[in-house]
């Protein structure tokens, strides 16, 4: 982007933010990456045992890493080489640990939050039971609305995040979403958080970048 397309979308993270403020929501806007990683280190530093979403905008962030090195206890149900087993494990424990990081496949203007989750951990997760949950967004994920909202989540980031796990559905062939029942059908779960959740502390950073899906 260049500056001037920075600045709109700059202003419309910060509409956003705003709304989710009024929503209850710890909301921050930030320019870039680096800045979301520092902002949110500080946030978690007193926390001791982290659980991560599938987020490839939270992984990018290089949280994990900075974590393990400083002797954290981290619930990734993505590393390599685990069995199926551990896998549902960490799943489990992501709902139990201090602090719960993911991000969202939508963020309207209007202050909502919308997931689609194929299993359920992360939408579990990030409503009701870790003590710090930290949801990190690109301004791509951001729409003007509620309904403009649920429809990037069918239209956009559903058939995107099943072709980039190679998953065999029918939006992964075609890039359109037919509502189908196969059973790799990763849209099972929709979430939205209409207001923070009355018992959760829940973070949001938004960061002036296409980020995700």
């Known amino acids: ?21 009024k929503h209850g929501f710890d909301a921050h806007m930030v ?14 530093s007193g926390y001791a045992t982290f659980g991560f979403g599938g987020s490839s905008t939270t992984r990018g962030l290089g949280l994990i890493e900075v974590l ?10 993505l590393e390599p080489g685990i069995s199926r087993e551990e896998n549902l494990a960490r799943r489990l424990s992501q709902g139990r640990c201090d602090c719960f990081l993911c991000s969202a496949n939508a963020v309207s203007e209007t202050g909502e939050i919308v997931n689609l989750d194929g ?25 003007p609305d509620l309904e403009s909202a649920m429809r990037r989540v069918k239209e956009v980031a559903g058939p995107v995040r099943a072709k980039s796990l190679n998953m065999p559905t029918p939006c992964a062939k075609t890039g359109v979403c037919i509502d189908c ?22 973070s949001v950073v938004l960061i002036n970048q296409a980020l995700g899906y």
């Open 1 to 21: 982007m260049d500056e001037h397309q920075t600045w709109q979308t700059r202003k419309v993270g910060e509409r956003c933010a705003a709304s989710l403020k």
């Open 31 to 44: 320019e870039t990456t680096e800045e979301a990683r520092d902002l949110i280190l500080g946030m978690i």
């Open 68 to 77: 393990q090195r400083q002797g954290k206890t981290i619930f990734d149900h």
């Open 119 to 143: 299993v359920g951990n992360r939408t579990a997760a990030m409503t009701f039971g870790p003590k710090k949950i930290v949801i990190v967004a690109g301004v791509n994920k951001i729409t």
């Open 181 to 202: 029942n196969t059973p790799q059908r990763i849209c099972n779960v929709t979430t939205i958080l209409h207001r923070r959740p009355m018992l959760s502390a829940v």
